[in-house]
């Protein structure tokens, strides 16, 4: 299925002109974040792999261009956007990598009516994959031994977001998701228990739990407050001991005091010598709960998360923007207020553990021990390797997670690691800077 109109028409706008003028020089765009929000201390690239299956898949297909005719496109120009792919090349920063405020997370080089045309649709990947994987992250350090498990499919904007933050939760440690179609689709453990509905569809709780466990025995998880919390809990006892269940047992929170019921249920569990049956709790949760049952030691084995981080609700979007920094080998810059853009194609050094980052040309060498950010993943409009794994995502932001300092990682007022230009850099955005505002004085012309 071709995806080139889901784009914003300037964008088109923009290409037929370039074709029509045969303007098919290469061009750089660089795609970064400006400012992090007030309440990160860094943010986790995510949303690559989706972008590169939709570069590689792009055209126009016969009724996109039917439907370009009837919006006013003329039929040279229809032509033209015909035989249009995206023959470019991309640097990236693979996903799980911790980024920063003012790195680019993707750069494509291309000719410039290519690398116009998907500006919208990588902005929209990166930008919403990346701000939910950051807040996943921020679930997992906050939750420590706790089992996270996605809840979010419901109240995501939409399925397509809630096939993404299925993904993007598994890069960040969640053990499963409730969405099945996530789990068959990147090979995640699906997990789930039962709804009040269901409880509520027999006489007595105990009519349900019992029917539940009968006829799943190997899913058994009892969801305990629809009616009593603590007398739920009784009841899936009674249940168990009644049935002799031995595994995969569990009893699940959904409402009050999550602390002090998953206290007084342990008691209750361990007093039956029921102590292997763990405590799955949800309802409404985000990091600061996940933090508040970690430090308060709450006898908590697992939590569902689901609306919060599902639509990062306290930081739902990014600053993203995708800004052209070469054109025809000559660097370009926005001098525009509060928005100036760095000239030229880049490079991020970073060392560990992570002090700060260095933002370079391209071409510079980086500082002795440090690597590379930014790596080649497509040549030629086709991926360099295979599709990027989950499970190597995950271990590359583990390990960034790592070293990270603390200062970083804090919940409510983090400061995140700088970001240093090089010298280079400087002098080139300076030079750019005063080639596009001429004074009596000629540019530098040693670069």
Request: net charge negative.
């Given at each position: 299925?071709?995806?080139?109109?889901?784009?914003?028409?300037?964008?088109?706008?923009?290409?037929?002109?370039?074709?029509?003028?045969?303007?098919d020089?290469?061009?750089?765009?660089s795609?970064?974040v400006?400012?992090?929000?007030?309440?990160?201390?860094?943010?986790?690239?995510?949303?690559?792999?989706?972008?590169?299956?939709?570069?590689?898949?792009?055209?126009?297909?016969?009724d996109?261009?039917?439907?370009?005719?009837?919006?006013g496109?003329?039929?040279?120009?229809?032509?033209?956007?015909?035989?249009?792919?995206?023959?470019?090349?991309?640097?990236?920063?693979?996903?799980?990598?911790?980024?920063?405020?003012?790195?680019?997370?993707?750069?494509?080089?291309?000719?410039?009516?290519?690398?116009?045309?998907?500006?919208?649709?990588?902005?929209?990947?990166?930008?919403?994959?990346?701000?939910?994987?950051?807040k996943?992250?921020?679930?997992?350090?906050?939750?420590?031994?706790?089992?996270?498990?996605?809840?979010?499919?419901?109240?995501?904007?939409?399925?397509?977001?809630g096939?993404?933050?299925?993904?993007?939760?598994?890069?960040?440690?969640f053990?499963?998701?409730?969405?099945?179609?996530?789990?068959?689709?990147?090979?995640l453990?699906?997990a789930?228990t039962m709804?009040?509905?269901?409880?509520?569809?027999?006489?007595?709780?105990?009519?349900?739990?019992?029917?539940?466990?009968?006829?799943?025995?190997?899913?058994?998880?009892?969801?305990?407050?629809?009616?009593?919390?603590?007398?739920?809990?009784?009841?899936?006892?009674?249940?168990v001991?009644?049935?002799?269940?031995?595994?995969?047992?569990?009893?699940?929170?959904?409402?009050?005091?999550?602390?002090a019921?998953?206290?007084?249920?342990?008691e209750r569990?361990?007093?039956?010598?029921?102590?292997?049956?763990?405590?799955?709790?949800?309802?409404?949760?985000?990091?600061?709960?996940?933090?508040?049952?970690?430090?308060?030691?709450?006898?908590?084995?697992?939590v569902?998360?689901?609306?919060?981080?599902?639509?990062s609700?306290?930081?739902?979007?990014?600053?993203?923007?995708?800004?052209l920094?070469?054109?025809?080998?000559?660097?370009?810059?926005?001098?525009?207020?509060?928005?100036?853009?760095?000239?030229?194609?880049k490079?991020?050094?970073r060392?560990?553990?992570?002090?700060?980052?260095?933002?370079?040309?391209?071409?510079?060498?980086?500082?002795?021990?440090?690597?590379?950010?930014?790596?080649?993943?497509?040549?030629?409009?086709?991926?360099?390797?295979?599709?990027?794994t989950?499970?190597?995502?995950?271990?590359?932001?583990?390990?960034?997670?790592d070293?990270?300092?603390?200062?970083?990682?804090?919940?409510?007022?983090?400061?995140a690691?700088?970001?240093?230009?090089?010298?280079?850099?400087?002098?080139?955005?300076?030079?750019?800077?005063?080639?596009?505002?001429?004074?009596?004085?000629p540019?530098?012309?040693?670069?």
């Amino acid at each position: 299925m071709s995806r080139a109109l889901v784009t914003d028409l300037y964008e088109l706008n923009m290409a037929a002109s370039y074709l029509h003028r045969e303007m098919d020089a290469p061009a750089t765009f660089s795609l970064f974040v400006r400012d992090l929000p007030s309440n990160r201390g860094f943010l986790v690239s995510a949303g690559l792999e989706a972008c590169l299956e939709y570069l590689e898949e792009f055209h126009f297909d016969d009724d996109e261009l039917a439907w370009l005719r009837t919006a006013g496109f003329p039929e040279g120009m229809i032509r033209q956007f015909e035989t249009v792919r995206f023959t470019g090349d991309v640097h990236a920063v693979p996903e799980g990598r911790i980024v920063l405020a003012k790195e680019p997370l993707l750069e494509v080089t291309a000719p410039i009516a290519e690398a116009q045309l998907v500006e919208t649709y990588l902005l929209n990947q990166i930008t919403y994959q990346s701000a939910l994987a950051t807040k996943a992250a921020r679930c997992r350090l906050a939750a420590g031994h706790i089992d996270l498990v996605d809840f979010a499919l419901r109240r995501t904007h939409g399925t397509e977001a809630g096939m993404a933050v299925a993904r993007v939760s598994a890069i960040a440690g969640f053990v499963g998701t409730s969405n099945v179609e996530a789990a068959r689709r990147y090979g995640l453990t699906p997990a789930g228990t039962m709804a009040h509905s269901y409880v509520e569809a027999f006489g007595t709780e105990r009519e349900a739990f019992l029917t539940f466990a009968q006829d799943l025995p190997g899913r058994t998880t009892f969801l305990v407050d629809t009616y009593d919390t603590l007398k739920g809990v009784d009841t899936a006892i009674d249940v168990v001991r009644e049935l002799g269940l031995s595994e995969d047992v569990g009893v699940r929170l959904d409402s009050g005091d999550l602390v002090a019921l998953a206290r007084d249920t342990r008691e209750r569990l361990d007093a039956a010598g029921l102590s292997w049956v763990r405590i799955f709790a949800s309802g409404g949760l985000d990091e600061h709960d996940l933090e508040r049952f970690r430090l308060s030691g709450a006898p908590i084995d697992a939590v569902g998360v689901g609306t919060r981080m599902g639509v990062s609700d306290d930081a739902p979007f990014l600053d993203t923007a995708y800004k052209l920094v070469e054109f025809d080998f000559r660097p370009v810059m926005k001098l525009s207020t509060g928005k100036v853009s760095l000239p030229g194609a880049k490079q991020v050094w970073r060392s560990h553990p992570i002090s700060s980052d260095l933002l370079t040309t391209r071409d510079e060498p980086g500082p002795a021990g440090a690597e590379p950010l930014l790596v080649p993943v497509v040549r030629g409009g086709k991926r360099i390797s295979e599709p990027d794994t989950i499970d190597a995502a995950r271990e590359r932001l583990a390990r960034d997670l790592d070293d990270l300092p603390q200062s970083a990682l804090d919940l409510r007022r983090p400061t995140a690691p700088s970001v240093v230009v090089s010298d280079h850099l400087a002098r080139l955005t300076e030079h750019t800077r005063r080639a596009l505002t001429p004074t009596s004085d000629p540019p530098d012309q040693s670069l």
